[in-house]
T-cell receptor, first 115, second 110 residues
Framework: EADIYQTPRYLVIGTGKKITLECSQT?????MYWYQQDPGMELHLIHY???????EKGDLSSESTVSRIRTEHFPLTLESARPSHTSQYLC??????????????FGPGTRLTVL | QKEVEQNSGPLSVPEGAIASLNCTYSDRGSQSFFWYRQYSGKSPELIMS????GDKEDGRFTAQLNKASQYVSLLIRDSQPSDSATYLC??????????FGAGTRLFVKA
């Protein structure tokens, strides 16, 4: 069973608030990812990281930012939440490395509602 | 053309039948192929990975890869109602990027 955790699991917040979604993994994986997914819709990659101090934007334009100061931790921050940010946010990790093992393991997700 | 294409379904099969899920991809340099299962309201769960042409079996699941045809499939034998979910095909091109398909919804009727 994958050891990847996300908190909070559910968040309802007002417009304009700053929020941070937490993601941690205990598998020592190099690569970490943030996806956004609306109900019944596709996964959209919004951020990824190859390792410590590496962060890149994904395919979907996002007003969020991420940091990777420790291997196990990859938080996502929204400086000013808006109703358009309402969605499910999924964190994932993969081993990466020379063999490029890219089997991704997903956390349980954070369901964000911005009023 | 999408990089990874799947029929959105729904695919409906009776309990005990074989469910066949298909996926095509556009990048001939793709190296790694994955199938994920996602139950409604839950996060995706890896069920199979395949890296070379041919078949790979794991319990009731068989992944099939044909790189010449740029085609990967997932067969589920003896389908159960608990197999009802959305199945995501994912393809890695050998660099960083793994592309997910939009998924095929499967319903297994009891």
């Amino acid at each position: 069973e994958a050891d990847i955790y996300q908190t909070p699991r559910y968040l309802v917040i007002g417009t304009g608030k700053k929020i941070t979604l937490e993601c941690s993994q205990t598998m020592g994986h190099d690569k970490m990812y943030w996806y956004q997914q609306d109900p019944g819709m596709e996964l959209h990659l919004i951020h990824y990281s190859y390792g410590v101090n590496s962060t890149e934007k994904g395919d979907l334009s996002s007003e969020s930012t991420v940091s990777r100061i420790r291997t196990e931790h990859f938080p996502l921050t929204l400086e000013s939440a808006r109703p358009s940010h309402t969605s499910q946010y999924l964190c994932a990790s993969s081993l990466g490395g020379f063999l490029r093992i890219d089997e991704q393991f997903f956390g349980p997700g954070t369901r964000l509602t911005v009023l | 053309q999408k990089e990874v294409e799947q029929n959105s379904g729904p695919l409906s099969v009776p309990e005990g039948a074989i469910a066949s899920l298909n996926c095509t991809y556009s990048d001939r340099g793709s190296q790694s192929f994955f199938w994920y299962r996602q139950y409604s309201g839950k996060s995706p769960e890896l069920i199979m990975s395949i890296y070379s042409n041919g078949d790979k079996e794991d319990g009731r699941f068989t992944a099939q890869l044909n790189k010449a045809s740029q085609y990967v499939s997932l067969l589920i034998r003896d389908s159960q109602p608990s197999d009802s979910a959305t199945y995501l095909c994912a393809v890695n091109t050998g660099g960083f990027k793994t592309i997910f398909g939009a998924g095929t919804r499967l319903f297994v009727k009891a």
